[in-house]
């Protein structure tokens, strides 16, 4: 770097007034050059740094009348994919004509014809003769027109016509004086430009030669003109190294710790963040660790590259959204959204946890069409309430933010497309442009630049989306375009660490280089061929096309020219274990070349690098797993004492509860609490209503009732949305049931019999009114699966005819859907020894025999496992039909013995409308009624424990906070202490 500062001074000096230009291949490092040059203490005066882009649109817009539409990359790929699917549609493509056109694809294509233009070809001059496969050349030639065609419609100038307008009209330029930046990155175009352009007398700032290694080929002009060696020259010709190197080199063993082992050494150096630099070799494999600590560490960083968008809040808002939209607007996404805070609502708007509960409440689950039917039902349910009650400030504010709610989302739906197979772009974009603009959280200056990046992305390629794609494509297309945005891309300033790719480095003045990422996978990368344009077929064109067979020997000579220009302390390293692979990871030879020429030992081998020390945790603190991973991994045993216990109060109660779990005692950790009988004993509080399956919960698991009854614990249910199921088990068992209750009370106000002959069609047309009125609530995913389900449902009243028909010989039907202790219906009431229990719920069917005796009908829509002929009470597990024939008895004053049976009804296909009758005398009433005492009792005690049949819990809702699996058998069996659940169990 010496010598390009020297010989740049005596360039300004020698041409103090002249305009001096010099010619680089990017911005960022002419600012890098402009910045060494100054801070050197030279002065910059008429120096200027253009690329040959710069050059050829000033020779341009001079020569034109009209303003040049450069082409954008965005627009460009966009247009490729078009022409691709075009060329596709109309069978014009033969080598690709088996490539599914994609937004990668559109990629490489594009990139393909950039190189092709850059190189000086046209549709005109395209050498077919050159590729290996005719159809190949002629889908290259058909591309090609097609791409001209379109800049032509849209009057757009690429990069390639923008050159060879600046040849058309340039000339020599004389009156500057221009200089070059060594081992120019040019085109066969761009070096035909400089050549007509620059002076004969053209000055090119020298490099520190790389010794050892032939350097790429290049053209005169982009030649690169040698300085003085410096010590890090003979990196690959240690023998002729005159000097010590500046130089370091250490291994991590993850990309973390690597990053931490930096961060170290630049604390230890005690100077300021912006003499120091980080080039990495990977940037996925970094960019993250330095963003996150940035964040943690309020470090102040630059990156050369930028930042992934998704870094940002508006760049995970636009992921999420995506994702919403491809859900079909499933709550649960849209949850995801608004619980990570990426969503903002403004001014009168319900709370976060209101519109969570709302949406979760109303089982909307998804589909545009379904949020606004919910949240309208809603709105009328309320506003019925709201005239029948005393008290309305509860639903005046309740019916204020359902109302609000509704109206946002109808206001975003005119913007969002439903999910459909086709969609619109233009929409779609629209709709993500719509929430960004009003509805997107920002907190930090990354987020706002993220959000003004996103929004200029889609402004860019909105004239031109206009276009019904598929929905996959459409998806597809959209994350090419808004989730590869980068953000925040910065040179160099004062005050901030920077890091950014090695490629970058080769200009960096920094005092402190550091190198990352060494390792053999990560570089220098391997020889690969791009399909669309192989290296025999970029010899055979010619031009100065580059050969990507010599990608890697390329790589390694600008790592290699970075360090020779270096003028700092520069430390090399790399990380020695791939942790996602769970394998050890190699250096590559660059870094046993560093290791020979800091250790003068010029025949070390790389066994020799093993011997580098490597630490697995972080030696400073840089954030709390710092601290935790230094305890955890010392020799020395560590107490927590109770000052660290009581700043981690849950860790605290965390260990009490497992100290008491890993007993064998009964603890109230396992379900044996202190309770108030008072509030929680039916038979003394006479506002406690129990029901049949509460009390066949508390019999199968009473650690499960606990949760539920005493804790109050719910399970999120969630309605998601399933393209192979429409109806749930629940929502398909209560329309069966409404059916079978329509159609009875039909016949009974009709004073007929069920006859399969003259009611098929009655009971079939009633249930497809039900179905129909089912499908405008709950719309089915598809077709095939609405009609597949609709064909069991009617199957279902076939079987259910049939049976009825012959059981209604014995029997007539007098109740249908009984209910008591619901709503203002009075309880039923149980007598025990010990007290009254009153009981709520809804018998299905009531019917009665000729005789006069009752009969309880039960309805089950699912398949009869878990029931059989003689297991009346199955451990406890099965009490309705004995809780329900006392309910109705005491209810409707019927007297003591007057039901008869009770029975389980299974009219279904699984079912094949088998009966599993209880009969209902006074030894199974007996042991019932012992069966609740002692249950009952479970309560008044505190006695929950956990059930002694694993069986028991493969369908509990409460697997994600129940602990039974944890406990071996002997100390469960311990732990199961309560007799009077052994005393349960005996009833089967």
């Known amino acids: 770097m010496k010598s390009l500062l020297y010989e740049l001074n005596q360039i300004c000096t020698n041409f103090p007034l002249r305009e001096k230009l010099v010619i680089v291949d990017s911005h960022s490092i002419g600012e890098q050059i402009n910045e060494a040059f100054v801070k050197a203490g030279y002065q910059a005066i008429n120096l200027k740094y253009k690329t040959v882009k710069d050059l050829a649109r000033t020779v341009v817009d001079l020569n034109s009348d009209q303003p040049q539409n450069i082409l954008d990359q965005t627009v460009g790929v966009h247009f490729t994919y078009n022409l691709l699917k075009e060329l596709k549609n109309q069978e014009k493509l033969r ?69 060879n307008k600046a040849l058309e009209a340039t000339q020599i330029e004389d009156k500057g004086v221009f200089i070059l930046q060594s081992s120019l990155n040019l085109s066969h175009l761009e070096d035909q430009f400089l050549r007509k352009i620059i002076p004969e007398s053209v000055y090119k700032l020298p490099l520190a030669p790389v010794l050892g290694i032939n350097p790429p080929e290049r053209s005169s002009i982009s030649s690169v003109y040698w300085g003085q060696p410096a010590p890090l020259s003979y990196l690959y010709q240690q023998e002729e190294a005159i000097r010590e190197p500046n130089l370091e080199l250490f291994t991590a063993k993850t990309e973390e710790m690597e990053v931490k082992q930096i961060l170290e050494k630049i604390k230890e150096t005690n100077t300021s963040l912006d003499e120091s630099v980080v080039y990495y070799t990977n940037a996925d494999a970094y960019i993250t660790v330095f963003y996150h600590l940035s964040q943690k560490l309020d470090l102040p960083i630059t990156f050369g590259e930028g930042l992934p968008v998704s870094f940002s809040r508006p760049g995970r808002l636009v992921s999420g959204l995506i994702s919403w939209i491809q859900s079909n607007y499933s709550v649960q996404t849209f949850l995801d959204l608004l619980n990570e805070g990426l969503i903002e609502f403004g001014e009168g708007a319900p709370s976060k946890a209101k519109i969570s509960r709302v949406l979760r409440d109303l089982q909307i689950g998804w589909s545009q069409e379904r949020y606004l039917t919910h949240l309208d039902l809603e709105i009328e349910r309320l506003g019925d309430k709201l005239l029948q009650a005393e008290e309305t400030s509860i639903y005046e504010t309740r019916l204020k933010e359902i109302s609000w709610l509704r109206q946002w989302y109808a206001d975003l739906f005119k913007k969002l497309p439903p999910l459909n197979p086709t969609m619109n772009y233009k929409k779609s974009l629209t709709g993500i442009t719509y929430l960004l603009k009003n509805n997107c959280k920002t907190s930090s200056s990354l987020d706002e630049m993220a959000k003004s990046a996103l929004l200029e992305e889609i402004e860019r390629i909105l004239p031109f989306a206009d276009e019904s794609l598929s929905s996959y494509d459409l998806f597809e297309k959209v994350k090419d375009l808004l989730l590869t945005v980068q953000i925040n891309q910065s040179g160099p300033k004062p005050g901030h660490l920077h890091v950014s790719s090695y490629k970058r480095g080769i200009y960096n003045s920094r005092a402190h280089l550091f190198f990352v990422g060494l390792d053999n996978k990560k570089f220098p990368g391997n020889a690969s061929e791009d399909p669309l344009l192989l290296d025999t077929e970029r010899i055979q064109l010619g031009n100065g096309l580059p050969l990507l067979r010599e990608k890697g020997q390329e790589n390694l000579y600008t790592m290699l020219q970075a360090l020779a220009n270096s003028t700092g302390h520069v430390t090399v390293s790399y990380c020695n274990f791939d942790m996602n692979n769970n394998r050890v990871v190699n250096p590559a030879f660059v870094v046993l070349q560093c290791y020979r020429l800091i250790t003068g030992n010029k025949d070390a081998d790389f066994e020799a690098l093993k011997s580098l020390p490597s630490s697995i945790i972080a030696n400073d603190i840089f954030e709390d797993k710092d601290y935790w991973n230094e305890k955890l991994t010392n020799d020395r045993a560590q107490r927590l004492n109770e000052g660290i216990l009581n700043h981690f109060n849950n860790i605290k109660l965390g260990i009490t509860a497992e100290t008491g779990r890993n007993t064998r005692n009964y603890t109230e950790f396992d379900g044996l609490i202190q309770i108030d009988a008072e509030e929680y004993d039916p038979r003394r509080n006479q506002d406690k209503r129990l029901s049949a399956g509460k009390l066949e919960t508390l019999a199968k698991c009473p650690y499960s009732y606990f949760l539920k009854e005493v804790l109050k614990v719910r399970s999120v249910e969630d309605v998601s949305f399933d393209s192979n199921k429409w109806l749930d088990a629940a929502t398909r068992g209560s329309l069966l049931h409404s059916i079978f209750e329509n159609f009875y009370k039909k016949l009974t106000q009709d004073h007929a019999k069920p006859s399969y002959a003259d009611h098929l069609d009655l009971i079939l047309g009633m249930a497809q009114g039900l179905i129909d009125e089912q499908k405008e609530v709950l719309p089915p995913p598809n077709e095939r699966v609405y009609q597949r389900e609709r064909t069991d449902i009617l199957a279902c009243c076939e079987i259910f005819l049939k049976e009825e028909e012959h059981y209604s010989e014995n029997y007539q039907p007098l109740h249908f859907e009984y209910s008591f202790g619901i709503g203002e219906k009075d309880p039923a009431i149980i007598t025990l020894p010990s007290g009254d229990v009153r009981i709520s719920g809804i018998i299905d069917r009531v019917d009665q025999s000729k005789d006069g005796k009752y009969h309880i009908i039960d309805y089950k829509t699912g398949s009869t496992f878990g029931y059989s002929k003689n297991a009346a009470f199955k451990g406890g597990r099965q009490l309705q039909h004995m809780i329900y024939a006392m309910a109705i008895e005491q209810h409707l004053n019927l007297g003591e013995g007057a039901v008869e049976e009770s029975s389980y009804y299974f009219p279904t296909q699984k079912g094949l409308a088998q009966r599993f009758t209880r009969k209902q005398d006074r030894i199974l009433r007996t042991n019932g009624l012992d069966i609740l005492e002692k249950l009952i009792d479970a309560v008044k005690h505190g006695h929950f424990e956990m059930t002694d049949d694993v069986n028991d819990c493969k369908f509990c809702e409460f697997k994600l906070v129940c602990r039974r699996h944890f406990y071996d058998k002997e100390t469960l069996e311990m732990k199961q202490s309560n007799q009077k659940l052994k005393g349960v169990r005996a009833y089967d």
């Open 95 to 163: 080598y690709f004509a088996g490539m599914e056109i994609t937004p990668a694809f559109s990629h490489a294509i594009d990139t393909t014809i950039q190189t092709l233009r850059l190189a000086g070809y046209t549709k005109d001059t395209l050498k077919k003769n050159a590729f290996i496969n005719p159809d190949k050349a002629e889908d290259i030639y058909e591309i090609l027109a097609e791409y001209e065609n379109t800049l032509s419609i849209h009057q757009f100038t690429d990069k390639a016509r923008l050159i």
